[in-house]
């Protein structure tokens, strides 16, 4: 009797434990799924260009006669818009962490977070259409230029989409910084900035640089924006107010008028690969830098 | 008692919100004695004890009525720091609470705060607040590892060595050994005993035998309100007060 009852529940655990086991088991069936298809699209590209020349060449004109098949400048063009994304938004992001977390009244707090959460679920299109209507035509006539779709103004638009990522992954690292290390602080006659910035913001370090990685991952592969306000110019840029093409970019516009399974066809397929790889990046350190540098919690007995 | 008192609380009540966690509080405490805050649970000797380096202002909606003299300044009036208050009278927790920072940062983040920044200075006085805590033997090869490699009870001495480094006037502990093994326990009696010649000692125990060893004076809270506050040796064996005795002897309802 007892020993049937110790076995069903064993039985059960087993069940359970499978079950949980064939779930995790089908997302990374049909991520490797993605993957195989990635690459069979785009590896045979390399049949026409070398790795080197594709990735280093300077020259884009997939529909030409003969073709180009270099896709630096569109790297060139993820890396600059991202960059200055990063440079807008991880500062406004973490600091809308701090202020959320740590310095706001209740009532304030109340109102940004959900303002903050509403931004992150703003369709891209709708950012990439106030860029258009409103971003564009402001920069070309304030500072003179041929047009207003150029690395500012994506730049502008991916920090906006970034900047809810950065800030609600940070928040929670702030919040989950034990209680013990502020009051630690506060009595030991520390102000609130100098328990903010010498203990609050040192024991989330590793939570905040998890957000800023994974931010900087979402603006990356951003598709939508960069394709509507980043100007389309395959060159490398020389000033932040030139046109730059992002490789999500170039896959949106011209998956559309390139054959199927023609060299163009694979180049997209291949640039697809590229930027996983870069994006897998991001998270591989967002993820490093999770483990590596916890500090280690609250005080242990 | 006579006028050598450093703090004196005048007609405090206290509020949580709408909860009254301290009536009519009327306490001295003498400087360079131990007193020890005894009581049941939830009878409000932290909140007392919090209130005596105005810790409780971090929580929100507390209120305070009456007067804390700190060398005969009330400490709520409008004009005074917090922080100012903080750095003279120091804290030391029920849980050791350091910070995930190495041995030697530890003890100077206080110091630092105040602008002491030589590295000689430093360090010398990272040896003897570590020395007055009876950590330095322990810890003087490993001042540079996290204080969270090391043992609750030497967490604990890591704690008061960071507080004493700040120079005090007062130091207040909230159930200092509650969390600690009989060793560790004896040590930090240890070390109280010969930190008293300097400093005022405020201690909230449950433990009696504890504040028996240790105090000078004791008082006996009980729902928010001071019972019995009289010499350590007269309040265990002669009590005033009959709900003292059934305390201390364990027949409390
Ligand atoms: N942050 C708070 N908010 C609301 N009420 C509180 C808060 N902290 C304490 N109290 C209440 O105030 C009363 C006194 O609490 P306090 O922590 O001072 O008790 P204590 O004597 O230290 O108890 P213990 O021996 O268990 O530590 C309790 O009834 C408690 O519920
Ligand atoms: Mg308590």
């Known amino acids: 009797m007892y020993l049937s009852s110790v076995m069903s529940r064993q039985l059960k655990e087993i069940v359970i434990k499978n079950i949980f086991f064939l ?33 280093f060449g300077n020259e884009w004109y997939p529909t030409y006669d003969p073709p180009d098949f270099g896709i630096w400048p569109l790297i060139v063009g993820s890396i600059i818009v991202t960059l200055f994304a990063s440079l807008i938004a ?44 409103v971003i564009a035509p402001f920069l070309q006539e304030t500072f003179d230029l041929p047009t207003g779709l150029n690395i500012v103004n994506v730049s502008i638009l991916l920090a906006i989409m970034a900047v809810p990522t950065i800030s609600s992954i940070s928040e929670d690292a702030l919040y989950s910084v034990p209680r013990e290390f502020k009051e630690a602080s506060y009595a030991l006659g520390a102000t609130k900035f100098e328990t903010i910035v010498k203990v609050i913001v040192p ?8 957000a800023v990685m994974l931010g900087m991952a979402r603006a990356i592969g951003e598709t939508m924006v960069v394709l509507m306000v980043a100007g389309g110019a395959a060159a490398i840029p020389e ?46 350190i967002a993820d490093y830098i999770s483990t590596k540098f916890k500090e280690v919690g609250t005080a242990t007995l | ?56 202002d971090l929580i929100d909606g507390t209120r305070v009525e009456g007067e804390v003299l700190f060398e005969d300044k009330n400490i709520y009036d409008s004009n005074v720091d917090p922080v100012e208050i903080r750095r003279r009278i120091g804290m030391v927790f029920q849980k050791p609470n350091p910070f995930p920072k190495s041995i030697f940062n530890n003890i100077i983040y206080g110091p630092r705060l105040l602008g002491v920044t030589g590295k000689g200075d430093l360090r010398d006085l990272a040896e003897q607040s570590l020395r007055q805590a009876v950590l330095w033997d322990e810890v003087k090869d490993i001042l540079g590892q996290s204080a969270m490699m090391l043992s609750g009870g030497q967490q604990q001495r890591l704690c008061i060595a960071r507080a004493l480094a700040m120079k ?56 928010g309100k001071l019972i019995e506050y009289n010499l350590t040796e007269k309040l265990f064996t002669t009590p005033d007060v009959k709900q003292t005795e059934d305390y201390i002897t364990g027949r409390f309802g």
């Open chain 1, 90 to 133: 991880v500062p406004l992001g973490i600091l809308s962490a701090i202020y959320i977390s740590e310095i706001a009244p209740p009532l304030m707090k109340e109102i940004l977070k959900p303002v903050i959460e509403l931004l992150a679920g703003l369709p891209s299109v709708v950012l990439g259409f106030f860029g258009m209507v």
């Open chain 1, 203 to 210: 024991a989330a370090l590793s939570g905040i640089s998890t």
């Open chain 2, 168 to 223: 005090p006037d007062v130091l207040l502990m909230d159930e200092p050994t509650s969390a600690l093994d009989p060793i560790s326990t004896a040590k930090i009696e240890e070390l109280i005993e010969g930190l008293k010649k300097h400093y005022t000692i405020i201690i909230v125990t449950h433990n009696m035998q504890q504040a028996a060893r240790i105090s000078d004076y004791t008082g006996f809270f009980y729902l």
């Open chain 1, 23 to 55: 779930f995790a088991l089908v997302s990374i069936f049909i991520l490797g799924l993605i993957i195989v298809f990635l690459f069979r699209e785009g590896v045979p590209i390399f049949k026409v260009v070398s790795v080197k020349d594709f990735i």
């Open chain 1, 239 to 284: 000033s932040i107010f030139d046109s730059v093409r992002p490789m999500p970019a170039s896959i949106a516009a011209e998956m559309g008028e390139a054959p199927f399974r023609s060299d163009h066809y694979h180049a997209l397929f291949a640039i697809g690969v590229v930027l996983f790889f870069m994006t897998l990046f991001f998270n591989l």
């Open chain 2, 1 to 56: 008692m006579q006028d050598d008192s450093i703090i004196k609380v005048k007609n405090v009540n206290f509020h949580y919100g709408d909860f009254k966690a301290l009536t009519d509080i009327n306490m001295d405490f003498e400087k360079s004695r131990v007193t020890a805050l005894i009581g049941p649970s939830g009878c409000g000797k932290s909140t007392l004890l919090r209130l005596l380096n105005r810790m409780n």
